[in-house]
């Protein structure tokens, strides 16, 4: 193995027609990551940064939610078939120097690391691999034909396939991951032809090619491995998604996470949990977050890319996105925290409010009906209900900064930019525009009249 130098390339040029979407088939999520990212977390650990992508439908879309792959996109501007786009990416894999490539289609994102292992083993020992697999229903996989000594002759596509030429079926298909030698396959693949039912060029075409020119062909058997089931169809994508989803909350209970009614929790395969969290379903959660020990995640939440730290509680509906939520702090019910939404020690975050941009510092409160956006709230400053951080004027955003120890009285409105000393007080219903002091009290709102009430005279 020692002169094996391997490549992968993946097919993701495809429109997914089946998929009834103006979206890129791999950028259909599973769990809110696109397909695509599955394909990469697998051939990451054994190929780095040697990953050539084939794209062109929706290939725009694509590069911008990979731009670290950048560089190593090949554009396939027509899609005529699997070949096609092989054809198309050969001069980047010759030009990466490899002895083989790892062909793979970017629609199987269960595919695993060991899976793909396997397959590499066989570098050095044929001219052209693939993986086979032999599902309960066979579907639309292209069919594995064998000769009479168990010998692979072909794979024919479900279309194409005529019992009276391959005869009967064996139930072993092709998964779509290949293993070629660059060297051998060279010759083979300007003689990919169209004439099939699709009209269109097909990598599997280059098994019946290989074998006609006495090159080694192998197929690598997966038994009925779910892993290597190609995703066509919405059909296919949920049966994926509700597999992945039970073998990663399933992960984290063995880990030592307790996760109570644990069939409505989702979490995302980048979320990290830590043993002695405590999630209660219905729960979602996506991206890179982080549930820290002691953290405890009631109902119906929806969290992506945030953290939480040790005795946070985390009470039912919150709607969490891109914050930071620090030790012993409360959030919820009923709370919306926005990019940039910072909880340090033992800050409280009630019903209604909502944050963005914007700290609440230690053992800071805003309880109820609050919006803060681009604030600095001190530490142990309260803000009453119906409390307005005004940031926006219609063009640009400003700060409010809010003094340590300060009480913001309830339905006030703070204009940006604006400051409000430490230990300062505003009176409930204030429209405050200028700056408080340190200690002061600012007072800013229409004058009450009481005058004797009028009656209607009684008959
Ligand atoms: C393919 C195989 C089939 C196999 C199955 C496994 C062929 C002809 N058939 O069928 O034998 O059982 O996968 O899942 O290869 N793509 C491009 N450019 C194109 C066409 C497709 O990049 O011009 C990409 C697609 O984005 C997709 C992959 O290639 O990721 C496979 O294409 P798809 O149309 O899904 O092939 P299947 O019909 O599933
Ligand atoms: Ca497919």
Same mark, same amino acid.
Not at 79 to 88: E, N
Not at 115 to 141: N, Q
Not at 183 to 189: A, G, K, V, Y
Not at 257 to 283: R, Y
């Given at each position: 193995?020692?002169?094996?130098?391997?490549?992968?390339?993946?097919?993701?040029?495809?429109?997914?027609?089946?998929?009834?979407?103006?979206?890129?088939?791999?950028?259909?999520?599973?769990?809110?990551?696109?397909?695509?990212?599955?394909?990469?977390?697998?051939?990451?650990?054994? $190929?780095?940064?040697?990953?050539?992508?084939?794209?062109?439908?929706?290939?725009?879309?694509?590069?911008?939610?990979?731009?670290?792959?950048?560089?190593?996109?090949?554009? =396939?501007?027509?899609?005529?078939?699997?070949?096609?786009?092989? =054809?198309?990416?050969?001069?980047?894999?010759?030009?990466?120097?490899?002895?083989?490539?790892? +062909?793979?289609?970017?629609?199987?994102?269960? +595919?695993?690391?060991?899976?793909?292992?396997?397959?590499?083993?066989?570098?050095?020992?044929?001219?052209?691999? $693939?993986?086979?697999?032999?599902?309960?229903?066979?579907?639309?996989?292209?069919?594995?034909?064998?000769?009479?000594?168990?010998?692979?002759?072909?794979?024919?596509?479900?279309?194409?396939?005529?019992?009276?030429?391959?005869?009967?079926?064996?139930?072993?298909?092709?998964?779509?991951?290949?293993?070629?030698?660059?060297?051998?396959?060279?010759?083979?693949?300007?003689?990919?032809?169209?004439?099939?039912?699709?009209?269109?060029?097909?990598?599997?075409?280059?098994?019946?090619?290989?074998?006609?020119?006495?090159?080694?062909?192998?197929?690598? =058997?997966?038994?009925?491995?779910?892993?290597?089931?190609?995703?066509?169809?919405?059909?296919?994508?949920?049966?994926?998604?509700?597999?992945?989803?039970?073998?990663?909350?399933?992960?984290?209970?063995?880990?030592?996470?307790?996760?109570?009614?644990? =069939?409505?929790?989702?979490?995302?395969?980048?979320?990290?949990?830590?043993?002695?969290?405590?999630?209660?379903?219905?729960?979602?959660?996506?991206?890179?977050?982080?549930?820290?020990?002691?953290?405890?995640?009631?109902?119906?939440?929806?969290?992506?890319?945030?953290?939480?730290?040790?005795?946070?509680?985390?009470?039912?509906?919150?709607?969490?996105?891109?914050?930071?939520?620090?030790?012993?702090?409360?959030?919820?019910?009923?709370?919306?925290?926005?990019?940039?939404?910072?909880?340090?020690?033992?800050?409280?975050?009630?019903?209604?409010?909502?944050?963005?941009?914007?700290?609440?510092?230690?053992?800071?409160?805003?309880?109820?009906?609050?919006?803060?956006?681009?604030?600095?709230?001190?530490?142990?400053?309260?803000?009453?209900?119906?409390?307005?951080?005004?940031?926006?004027?219609?063009?640009?955003? $400003?700060?409010?900064?809010?003094?340590?120890?300060?009480?913001?009285?309830?339905?006030?409105?703070?204009?940006?930019?604006?400051?409000?000393?430490?230990?300062?007080?505003?009176?409930?219903?204030?429209?405050?525009?200028?700056? +408080?002091?340190?200690?002061?009290?600012?007072?800013?709102?229409?004058?009450?009249?009481?005058?004797?009430?009028?009656?209607?005279?009684?008959?």
């Amino acid at each position: 193995m020692s002169n094996i130098s391997i490549t992968a390339l993946v097919l993701a040029a495809g429109k997914g027609t089946r998929m009834h979407s103006t979206k890129p088939k791999v950028l259909q999520t599973i769990l809110n990551e696109p397909m695509l990212y599955y394909v990469y977390a697998a051939l990451k650990p054994i $190929f780095n940064e040697n990953i050539l992508t084939v794209i062109g439908h929706g290939a725009e879309m694509v590069e911008t939610a990979f731009p670290k792959m950048t560089g190593l996109f090949i554009e =396939q501007t027509e899609q005529l078939g699997t070949g096609h786009a092989l =054809q198309v990416s050969w001069d980047a894999v010759k030009k990466s120097g490899a002895t083989h490539c790892l +062909v793979i289609n970017g629609d199987t994102p269960l +595919v695993t690391v060991e899976a793909l292992d396997r397959l590499v083993k066989v570098a050095g020992c044929c001219d052209l691999a $693939f993986m086979t697999i032999t599902p309960k229903d066979p579907g639309e996989f292209g069919r594995v034909v064998r000769d009479e000594d168990r010998k692979i002759t072909a794979i024919v596509e479900a279309k194409d396939y005529d019992m009276n030429i391959h005869g009967s079926v064996t139930g072993e298909v092709n998964a779509g991951v290949y293993l070629l030698n660059v060297l051998t396959m060279e010759s083979l693949l300007s003689d990919l032809k169209n004439e099939n039912a699709n009209g269109e060029y097909y990598i599997t075409d280059l098994v019946a090619l290989a074998v006609e020119r006495g090159l080694t062909v192998d197929g690598v =058997q997966c038994g009925d491995d779910l892993s290597l089931m190609g995703i066509n169809s919405p059909r296919e994508l949920i049966a994926a998604e509700t597999a992945l989803q039970h073998q990663i909350v399933d992960s984290h209970i063995d880990e030592g996470v307790l996760i109570h009614n644990p =069939q409505t929790v989702i979490i995302g395969p980048k979320v990290t949990i830590e043993p002695g969290a405590e999630i209660f379903g219905h729960c979602e959660i996506y991206g890179e977050s982080t549930v820290t020990a002691g953290a405890r995640m009631g109902s119906y939440n929806y969290i992506t890319d945030s953290t939480f730290a040790a005795g946070c509680d985390i009470r039912q509906f919150c709607h969490i996105e891109g914050a930071e939520v620090g030790p012993n702090t409360w959030v919820g019910p009923y709370a919306r925290l926005r990019p940039g939404a910072r909880l340090e020690d033992g800050a409280r975050v009630g019903n209604f409010v909502e944050m963005k941009k914007s700290v609440l510092g230690k053992g800071a409160k805003a309880s109820h009906l609050t919006y803060l956006g681009d604030a600095e709230v001190g530490a142990g400053a309260n803000i009453g209900a119906g409390t307005i951080t005004c940031n926006y004027d219609g063009k640009n955003k $400003f700060t409010t900064v809010i003094g340590e120890g300060a009480f913001i009285g309830s339905n006030t409105a703070l204009v940006a930019p604006v400051t409000v000393g430490k230990n300062a007080l505003v009176g409930a219903g204030s429209t405050i525009t200028k700056n +408080v002091p340190n200690e002061g009290a600012a007072i800013a709102r229409g004058k009450q009249v009481t005058i004797k009430r009028r009656l209607k005279k009684s008959d």
